[in-house]
């Protein structure tokens, strides 16, 4: 929302600097973006005097200037046309920049042709100023030499822009800004009072309100005889400052009321409308019209129409249509103040994809006593700038009704914000705000006005209390400290991604977040988005449907990366994934990508392989508390994944823990991925929770291994079909007290070993605790070794 200040003053009288103003609505909860304050932005320009101009010796066109400035007598060579002995200009010196070209004058004094020239005079087009670029500024009057040229142009009004919060449709009118600052007392509000105009004649035009819920109140009435045009120059330069474009005298005024008033209205030319002026739900094809940003539309039936006998003449309260516009020829008009309900409003432009000031304004509540004091102000602005004679004006329906009373007891100002405030201050606040408390003890009644529909409750009132006293005048309290120290807790789920994050990046992995949605093609290379997961008004059409696994991001942010030049880029991300709408449709992932691709090393290279993505995930699960030793791996990856590259990390025949391996080339080239990739997605939900305790008996914990371990081993031959896993389970489960570790070392399947065979070497570790093991002990866990082995497996141990 912009408004220049000179708007501001037209309703709140104050001496107030623009630095004090600006602070004051800051204080107030107004949040300013930016002010543009003329006066800065041009303090290099001035007033200047053209003393003498005469011809240039060497050049027909040039002059060379003799001119008083700030600076004292200086010669400036000018090739304006207009350039003459006696003019007032606008001068900038030397080292100035000049915004309409785009580049600053030479510090120290230039040639041209042979004469120097000491500075510029300028154009309104060299200043951004105008679009006047045949010569220079001429100023119509004498001005002091050096007065700031924004001043003698009468451009010196800032102009303020603010964010407007979604709950204050009244700060989208300059009253309503200015009402809240006369609270701060910065300033007080002006008397502004709008009177009925009695129209001369009967209101030629009905009023029908078919679909009383779009819209419950419509006022209108005629003027005839009216002289549109070219809108004054007051009128354009304050709608070009809050950056509207001047169209003519009756648009810009309806377009001037929406953003003194918050008040939205429409002017349609007379001759152009057929029978009453209808409210009404949307007839699809047979509505079908050309609105005032040149776009055709279809309303459906639950969008607001505005239309007469014969056509549609727009969508209510958000744009009016071609068709019923007003122009110059116009001379006899119908003004339109309404109301619109703000939910179909919204959901209209939202369908349409408009996005008008009106639209803006009634999607969040406009005043609904505005309607009738609305058309006043306009018929009195036309009637004095544009002639003519108005009608009696015509409502139809009913005026929404004004919010409730709140009973107020003063005590909750300091109950909610320690403010010790005496009750005049506090009615004072609230009447200044333009609320009605009514009551002389201490809960009052407190009439809400029609423009704060927000306020509904007692704690907004001390909300507007505490904000126009200053929340910087809030005592900093500190919260009792306890007397000892406390963790903050943290669920199962918070700790799994705690613990899994830190795993991760000990493994060399960067972390990232990306984003929860991606596109629905790129969602179907893995399995495509789950129900109701489509979203229906998405930040960006390239993310419109929740995504159903992280690798997405994380594989193109991979591909980033490898762009610019990254050496073997890791990436993971603990983060959410989804597969339905559903309350327990949503995962939480451990998932990590990288690079097949051998890195640089004087002791040689290594490519990394399934098995890395293997040892990432397992890595990732056991610092989560999964029991990863366990884990059964099968080649049971989904179909994104690279056949015969990949696995499954599971907890029994159901429980998939995690997939891992490389990623199909298919899905690869589909994302514009260079060479190869390893992956693996962990999901975390999936890890059980561990059993609580059954007694009050506290676990014994373990001593720790102060005993050297022992280490074994031994080589089975076994058929090529028996999977690893097999093996390493039945090793382990010899002896469970005693093994602590068990892995493979080598494989063979050359000389000595029998077709269709292999022969895997493992070691196995047992750890002593208490006493150093005997050699019968530990022979009696090899001999178990080699019996579990056979017997789960069908191996034999090898000689």
């Not at 004006?393 to 005590?411: H, M, R, S, Y």
């Not at 333009?434 to 407190?446: I, L, R």
Request: aromatic share 6%.
């Amino acid at each position: 929302m912009k408004f220049p200040l000179s708007w501001l003053k037209y309703h709140l009288e104050t001496d107030a600097s623009l630095d004090a103003i600006a602070e004051a609505m800051t204080m107030a909860g107004l949040e300013i973006e930016h002010i543009d304050n003329p006066l800065e932005k041009f303090a290099d320009f001035s007033v200047c005097h053209v003393i003498e101009a005469v011809p240039h010796p060497d050049a027909d066109k040039l002059k060379v200037c003799r001119v008083a400035t700030k600076d004292g007598e200086k010669q400036i060579v000018c090739g304006a046309p207009n350039a003459r002995t006696g003019m007032y200009a606008v001068y900038a010196p030397l080292g100035t920049y000049i915004p309409g070209l785009d580049f600053a004058l030479d510090r120290k004094p230039r040639k041209i042709r042979g004469v120097e020239s000491h500075g510029m005079m300028c154009s309104a087009k060299e200043l951004e100023l105008g679009e006047d670029h045949d010569g220079i500024i001429d100023l119509p009057e004498p001005f002091e030499v050096g007065t700031p040229a924004v001043v003698a142009l009468g451009m010196d009004d800032p102009v303020i822009d603010f964010e407007v919060t979604p709950n204050r449709p009244d700060w989208l009118g300059v009253r309503g800004i200015a009402r809240d600052l006369a609270a701060t007392g910065i300033g007080t509000l002006k008397t502004h009072d709008i009177d009925d105009i009695p129209g001369r004649f009967p209101c030629p035009v009905d009023i029908e309100l078919d679909w009383p819920e779009a819209c419950p109140v419509y006022a209108g009435r005629v003027i005839r005889g009216v002289k549109n045009g070219e809108s004054p120059d007051w009128l354009k330069r304050a709608l070009k400052a809050i950056g509207l474009r001047p169209i003519n005298f009756l648009a810009d005024i309806t377009n001037m009321i929406s953003y003194d008033r918050c008040r939205p209205m429409h002017v349609y030319d007379l001759a152009r409308l057929s029978g009453p002026v209808r409210v009404r739900r949307g007839q699809g094809e047979a509505d079908r019209f050309e609105a005032l940003d040149n776009r055709e539309y279809v309303p459906g039936e639950d969008q607001c129409v505005i239309a007469d006998d014969t056509h549609c003449l727009g969508f209510g309260g958000i744009i009016g249509g071609t068709l019923s516009g007003v122009s110059e020829e116009t001379t006899d008009v119908f003004i339109e103040s309404a109301w619109f309900d703000p939910a179909i409003t919204r959901a209209t432009a939202k369908a349409t994809g408009i996005d008008s000031d009106a639209k803006y304004r009634f999607e969040r509540g406009v005043d609904p006593a505005s309607v009738r004091a609305g058309i006043e102000q306009a018929t009195e602005l036309v009637l004095k700038f544009c002639g003519g004679e108005a009608s009696e004006t015509v409502v139809a329906g009913q005026t929404p009704a004004a919010p409730a009373d709140i009973e107020f007891p003063l005590t909750e100002v300091k109950r909610l914000t320690g403010l010790d405030l005496p009750r005049e201050e506090i009615v004072r606040i609230l009447e200044t705000l333009g609320f009605a408390p009514k009551g002389e003890g201490d809960v009052v009644t407190v009439g809400v006005p029609t423009w704060r529909m927000d306020c509904t409750q007692k704690a907004d009132l001390v909300e507007e209390v505490a904000r126009i006293h200053g929340y910087d005048k809030l005592a900093a309290v500190s919260m009792p400290r306890p007397p000892v120290r406390r963790e903050a807790p943290a669920t199962p789920m918070q700790l799994r991604a705690r613990y899994a994050r830190r795993a991760l990046a000990g493994r060399g992995y960067a972390e990232t977040v990306t984003w929860s949605f991606c596109e629905k093609s790129q969602a179907a290379l893995f399995g495509g988005h789950g129900e109701g997961l489509e979203l229906d008004n998405p930040i960006s059409s390239e993310l419109d449907v929740m995504r159903p696994t992280a690798l997405i991001h994380l594989l193109t942010a991979l591909q980033a990366n490898a762009d610019r030049g990254q050496q073997d880029p890791r990436l993971f991300e603990v983060g959410p994934v989804y597969l339905t709408d559903a309350p327990d449709g949503q995962r939480l992932a451990a998932t990590g990508v990288r690079r097949i691709e051998a890195g640089r090393h004087w002791t040689g290279t290594r490519v990394p392989d399934v098995f890395d993505a293997k040892a990432d995930a397992l890595a990732a699960l056991a610092a989560a508390g999964a029991p990863v030793d366990s884990l059964q791996v099968a080649a049971e990856a989904r179909e994104w994944w690279h056949p015969g590259r990949s696995g499954v990390l599971r907890l029994g025949p159901k429980n998939v823990m995690a997939e891992f391996g490389e990623i199909h080339p298919g899905i690869l080239k589909a994302l514009d991925i260079d060479g190869r990739v390893l992956a693996f997605e962990a999901v975390l939900d999936n890890i059980p929770l561990p059993r609580k305790a059954t007694g009050l008996k506290a676990r014994p914990q373990l001593e720790r291994a102060d005993l050297t371990p022992v280490r074994r081993d031994f080589a089975f031959l076994l058929d090529k079909s028996v999977p690893a896993e097999t093996l390493i389970r039945a090793a382990r489960g010899a002896d469970k007290a005693l093994i602590a570790d068990v892995s493979v070392f080598d494989v063979y399947d050359g000389k000595g070993v029998p077709e269709g065979q292999v022969s895997l070497a493992i070691e196995v570790t047992l750890q002593p605790r208490g006493r150093t093991l005997t050699d019968e002990e530990i022979d009696a866990v090899a001999s178990g070794i080699v019996s579990k082995v056979e017997k789960a497996t069908g191996g034999t141990l090898r000689g």
